[in-house]
């Protein structure tokens, strides 16, 4: 087992923030995983994947294990549809393009979606209508104690929004190391209902899209509005979008006639985060190089240079002015290693 020393983070989460690795090792397979946790010698250990959720404030005192299990596989299928099982190392965005390619539909709405799948049950990742557990059977998670691979079905992950089991109560003590997916090989169910999508597909002349035709709209749209980590760090969406009551809904929209929502149901609302901070002016602010993208106030960027406190303080502040204007929280989406 290669265990290397002071190694920077920084090509190892999407915002580029160059802190340390005390300790840091590869994985690549489940016995190596299931040995480097019972390593003595290193008490503290810290999991990192695709690193696309995440601000690190601070270097890592620990042995950082980076989880690169790779593989995908077909499991089950019949006429109608398959189960596919992808390792947890592997790309999200690879693996929808490749379930496009195997003509398999589901996955076409959450394209585009930076980090990997290991992580994608952590955060329930969902865009433009569709989230994780609409087609997720199950997933292998190590116990970070023992060494026991668990598995855990749709319902013991507790799905909500942008939230999961392993968010919670099973927070830290466990490792995914690999997902599997039930997806349509026929009859596939479309999901356009998003306002965006339908404008893409029609400037496009499209009538009746495929499933690539959608996946085609969806990468068109992000890349409009967000920006490629390659070029400019950042983790896509900091914040969650608030999810209020209608009893508080209906206060806020008499303030606030204008301020576009969404109905979750009957009982509650969802304010978009992207709106409320724009309406506090941050859109395209830059503190040093620290700012909010000029595109889209949802999602903070580092344009080179900036520690993961300037990020966080600059956050701060965000979440500040909103309650400050509008009397709502927003959360972190984002998940800040402090």
């Known amino acids: 087992m290669n265990i290397q020393e002071n190694i920077s983070l920084k090509d190892y989460n999407t915002f580029g923030i160059d802190v340390k690795a005390k300790f840091f090792v590869e994985i690549t397979g489940l016995v190596q995983l299931q040995k480097a946790l019972e390593l003595k010698a290193y008490p503290k250990k810290f999991i990192i994947s695709g690193g696309s959720n995440m601000l690190l404030t601070n270097d890592i005192d620990a042995l950082v294990m980076h989880i690169n299990l790779k593989g995908i596989t077909v499991v089950e299928e019949d006429e109608k549809t398959v189960e596919v099982k992808a390792m947890a190392g592997e790309n999200w965005h690879k693996l929808v393009m490749w379930s496009l390619n195997q003509g398999y539909g589901g996955l076409e709405n959450l394209s585009l979606i930076p980090g990997n799948v290991g992580t994608a049950p952590i955060q329930n990742i969902g865009a433009y209508g569709v989230e994780l557990k609409d087609v997720f059977v199950s997933c292998a998670a190590m116990n970070v104690e023992t060494g026991e691979l668990v598995g855990f ?44 999508i339908e404008n893409e597909l029609k400037d496009r002349g499209i009538v009746h899209p495929t499933i690539k035709d959608i996946s085609d709209a969806v990468i068109a749209i992000r ?14 969406s900091f914040f969650k979008n608030p999810i209020i009551s209608k009893k508080a809904f209906d206060k806020f929209s008499k303030s606030h006639p204008d301020a576009p929502f969404y109905e979750v149901d009957e009982n509650q609302y969802k304010i978009p985060a992207g709106w409320l901070i724009e309406q506090c002016g941050f859109k395209g602010k830059r503190v040093g190089d620290a700012g909010v993208h000029e595109k889209q106030a949802l999602v903070l960027v580092n344009y080179g240079n900036a520690t993961g406190k300037e990020i966080l303080n600059l956050s701060k502040k965000i979440q500040e002015e909103v309650k400050k204007n509008f009397k709502l929280k927003i959360q972190p989406e984002v998940n800040i290693i402090k």
């Open 223 to 236: 890349k409009s509005k967000l920006p490629d980590p390659k070029e400019i760090g950042n983790s896509g």
């Open 153 to 196: 079905d749709n319902k013991a992950c507790e799905f909500g929004y942008r939230n999961s089991i392993f968010k919670n109560e099973a927070k830290e003590k466990y490792i995914i190391t690999s997902v599997v997916l039930k997806l349509t090989k026929k009859d596939h169910v479309l999901h356009t209902g998003y306002g965006s």
